[in-house]
Structure formats: structure tokens, C-alpha cells
């Protein structure tokens, strides 16, 4: 057992659909989640630099919150300083860049699929790099072909608050066309913000193509960690240990206490805006936020 809060960061509110999802899946984990919003976007960012505020925020996060693992709830910073975080962080450290691909792989029937993300995370290669990986440990019947695309855009969309305008409509239009034109089946929201825009990609993408969160499949692995390690907060029972067929089943069925943790938000920027969208787009009252500077 160990109640310490479990550290969750991202370039801004994109995070929350992890928190969103943490909440939901270990209602008892205490949560410290910050949203770097003074040096957002990162997906515009060399990688050496998102790397850099990475390792700035771990250290803050494990510091002064004494947190006992870290959720790196953005994509451009999995792909930028995932290995650095594991190999240098005293706490476990969870991306968000496998699990979703994991996922993506099992809910794919054509083996047709997609990848979108931000410029940064597309150009790094790292869903390329880690489809190939896990491809080597199946059977060789099991062919998958990858579009990646690109989504300069969406990040600001719904930085703004903007989820289903016409204008995010017509973006997604042009944005998703090479993935529609590969008839991809299954989708990745491969940005942690996206799972925000997930009406209009569905409306564009078509109904019979399957979007895939990365979120909820994190929220799945934070929960196996917690287990695995013996690391679950003493105000929650987890139960059980979880397979891919079983997950969804084991997470409805654990018994969980009463008791739920807290969250504690944390901002680089306007605090009074995170907190206002936040509490928006968290469908969750967020009370205070808190300044971070650096
Ligand atoms: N949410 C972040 C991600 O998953 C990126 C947003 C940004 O560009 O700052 O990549």
C-alpha cells in the first residue's frame, strides 16, 4: 500500500482525459496533475527542448509532491523523453505511446490503421518504431499497415475551448483525408488532446472506423503498475490481475472503498482559465489551481 499521489503531466488540458480516466478507473489514488500551459504547444517544439521541460517537470512533480510514479500524459513527451524518464526517475515511469498501440493492434480487424498525433510526435518515428517492435512478438499471419498523419491544429482547438465548430470540422476534413483515403479501420488519438475533438473525428472519419484513446488504455496500465508493484493506495482494494481479454471486465467488477483521493491541478499559465475549461472539459469541478513558475 502506498498512499502517495500518482504525478500526471502534459503541455496543458490534454492530460485530463488521462485524469479523467484515472479518476473513473482508481477512484481511490490521490492525483497531482500539471498542465504546462505557459510552454504550451510542445508539438511545434524541437524534442531536445520538450525533453528538457519533461525531466524539469518529473523532478518538480517527484520533489515537492513526493509522487510515487509518473503518468507522462502527452505523446510529445513519451516520444521525446520516455527512455530518458525511465533510466534517470526514481519512481516507475508509464507513456502514453505503447499501451495505445497495443490497443490499436487488438481492435484493428483489416490491419488496416491509423496513427495521428502532433508534427512532433509523427516526425519522431515513435509509433513507427514501437509498431515494429511489437509486430516481431506475433505470429507472422498478422500483417498491419500504418498511415501516420499529422494534426497541426487540433491542439489549439480545443486549447481554446473549441470542440465542434465548423472550423475544427473543415480542419478535420482536410487533416483526415489520407487516413480515409488508406481506409484505415482503427483510428489512434495519438495526442492526448484529441480524445476532446472524438465527435468530429468520428463524424469525419465515418461510424464503421474504430477510435482508439490512448487515455483509457494508460489508465488500464497505471492500474496493472499499481498491482504488479503493491503500490495502490490503502483507500482503494484492486483486485485481481488483469489480462487484455479481461480488463474491462476486471474494471468494473474490482471492489474499490468508499473513499475517493483527491486531485491537485497545477499550472504554468492562467490558472483562472485552467480552471474554468478544465472543469469543462474534466466534466468534474476543478476548485483551485495552482501556480507553477519556472
Ligand atoms: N497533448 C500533447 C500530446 O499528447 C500535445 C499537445 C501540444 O502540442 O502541446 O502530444
Given at each position: 500500500m502506498d498512499d502517495r499521489p500518482i504525478g500526471i503531466f502534459d503541455s496543458g488540458f490534454g492530460g485530463l482525459t488521462v485524469v479523467r480516466a484515472l479518476v473513473d478507473l482508481v477512484p481511490?489514488?490521490?492525483?497531482?496533475?500539471?498542465?504546462?500551459?505557459?510552454?504550451?504547444?510542445?508539438?511545434?517544439?524541437p524534442l531536445n527542448e520538450v525533453k528538457e521541460f519533461a525531466l524539469e517537470i518529473a523532478n518538480y512533480l517527484i520533489d515537492s509532491y513526493d509522487v510515487k510514479l509518473l503518468v507522462v500524459a502527452c505523446n510529445t513527451a513519451s516520444a521525446a523523453a520516455l527512455e530518458e524518464l525511465e533510466a534517470t526517475m526514481t519512481v516507475p515511469v508509464i507513456g502514453v505511446i505503447e499501451p495505445g498501440v497495443r490497443a490499436m493492434v487488438r481492435a484493428s480487424a483489416s490491419g488496416r490503421v491509423g496513427v495521428i498525433g502532433t508534427v512532433g510526435t509523427i516526425a519522431s518515428g515513435a509509433y513507427q518504431n514501437f509498431l515494429l517492435k511489437e509486430l516481431v512478438n506475433r505470429e507472422p499471419s498478422h500483417e498491419i499497415f500504418l498511415t501516420c498523419a499529422a494534426c497541426p491544429g487540433f491542439v489549439e482547438f480545443v486549447e481554446r475551448g473549441d470542440l465542434e465548430s465548423e472550423q475544427v470540422h473543415i480542419l478535420a476534413e482536410r487533416l483526415l483525408k489520407p487516413l480515409i483515403d488508406e481506409k484505415v479501420d482503427t483510428l489512434l488519438l495519438g495526442c492526448t488532446h484529441y480524445p476532446f475533438l472524438a465527435r468530429t473525428i468520428a463524424d469525419v472519419m465515418g461510424s464503421e472506423v474504430v477510435l482508439v484513446s490512448s487515455a483509457e488504455?494508460?489508465?488500464?496500465?497505471?492500474?496493472?503498475?499499481?498491482?504488479?508493484?503493491?503500490?495502490?493506495?490503502?483507500?482503494?482494494?484492486i483486485e485481481g490481475h488483469f489480462t487484455s481479454s479481461s480488463r474491462s471486465k476486471v474494471a468494473s467488477s474490482s471492489?474499490?472503498?468508499?473513499?475517493?483521493?483527491?486531485?491537485?491541478?497545477?499550472?504554468?499559465g492562467d490558472v483562472e482559465l485552467f480552471r474554468t475549461l478544465g472543469t469543462r472539459l474534466l466534466e468534474m469541478e476543478i476548485p483551485r489551481v495552482f501556480q507553477v513558475t519556472w
Open positions: 481511490g489514488e490521490e492525483i497531482v496533475y500539471l498542465g504546462d500551459t505557459g510552454r504550451y504547444p510542445y508539438g511545434t517544439r488504455e494508460t489508465a488500464f496500465e497505471v492500474r496493472d503498475l499499481l498491482v504488479r508493484e503493491k503500490i495502490n493506495s490503502g483507500r482503494s482494494s471492489t474499490l472503498s468508499a473513499e475517493n483521493g483527491t486531485q491537485t491541478f497545477l499550472s504554468s
